[in-house]
C-alpha cells in the first residue's frame, strides 16, 4: 500500500469543498445519493444554493490572484501528483463510482485511470504553453501572442461519465493557470 493511500471513507466525502475547506449548505438540505443497483442511501451531499454558488465563485476568484502567478513547472508538478494520487487511489475510487453510478467495476476503473491520464497529460502540455510571434504588415513593429490565465472557469459535468470529465476540464484548466468551480452531476456527486 503506497504512503498516499486513502480509505474509501476518506475518498467519501458528504460537503462541499470551498475555499480550502469542507462545508455544507447553509440551510442544511442535502440530496440523497444512491446505489443504482440496490437504491440503498449510500451518502448525502449539500443541496447548496444561490449563495454558497456565489461563495465557490468568490473563493475561486481569490485564489486565482495566487494561482495564476505559479510558473508552467509548480502547475505541472501540481498535476503530476495529482495525477499519481489518482492512480493510486484507483481501485477505491472505482469502487465508489460503481456505487453511486452503477457501472462495472472494471469500467469505472477505467474511467479513473483514463481521468489519471488527461491529468498527467495537462501537466505536460502546461509546459508547453508558449506565446508566438506573427509577422506584421509593418517592418518595424511585431505581433506578440501571449498565452496568459483568464480568471475563474466553471465545470459542469454529466452523469455518465463523472470522474473523467472533471479531471480533463479540471486538468486544462489548471494546467494554464486559472482556478475553477466544479458542479457534477446530482445523480452522480
Known amino acids: 500500500m503506497g504512503e498516499n493511500m486513502l480509505s474509501v471513507q476518506e475518498l467519501k466525502k458528504e460537503a462541499n469543498f470551498i475555499a480550502g475547506s469542507w462545508i455544507n449548505a447553509d440551510n442544511g438540505e442535502v440530496l440523497e445519493v444512491t446505489n443504482k443497483a440496490t437504491g440503498d442511501v449510500i451518502g448525502t451531499i449539500p443541496k447548496v444554493g ?83 510571434m506573427i509577422p506584421s504588415p509593418w517592418s518595424d513593429r511585431r505581433i506578440l501572442v501571449a498565452r496568459e490565465p483568464v480568471g475563474v472557469f466553471a465545470a459542469i459535468t454529466p452523469w455518465n461519465f463523472p470522474f473523467s470529465m472533471i479531471a480533463r476540464k479540471m486538468g486544462a484548466g489548471l494546467a494554464v493557470g486559472c482556478t475553477c468551480v466544479i458542479k457534477p452531476s446530482e445523480f452522480t456527486p
Open 50 to 132: 444561490a449563495l454558497e454558488t456565489r461563495r465557490a465563485i468568490d473563493a475561486a476568484h481569490s485564489a486565482f490572484s495566487t494561482f495564476s502567478k505559479l510558473t508552467a513547472a509548480e502547475r505541472a508538478e501540481m498535476l503530476h501528483k495529482m495525477a499519481s494520487l489518482v492512480r493510486e487511489n484507483a481501485d477505491d475510487l472505482a469502487h465508489l463510482l460503481t456505487l453511486e453510478q452503477g457501472k462495472p467495476l472494471a469500467e469505472a476503473k477505467g474511467e479513473v485511470m483514463i481521468g489519471a491520464a488527461y491529468i498527467q497529460w495537462y501537466a505536460e502540455e502546461a509546459r508547453r504553453l508558449y506565446g508566438e
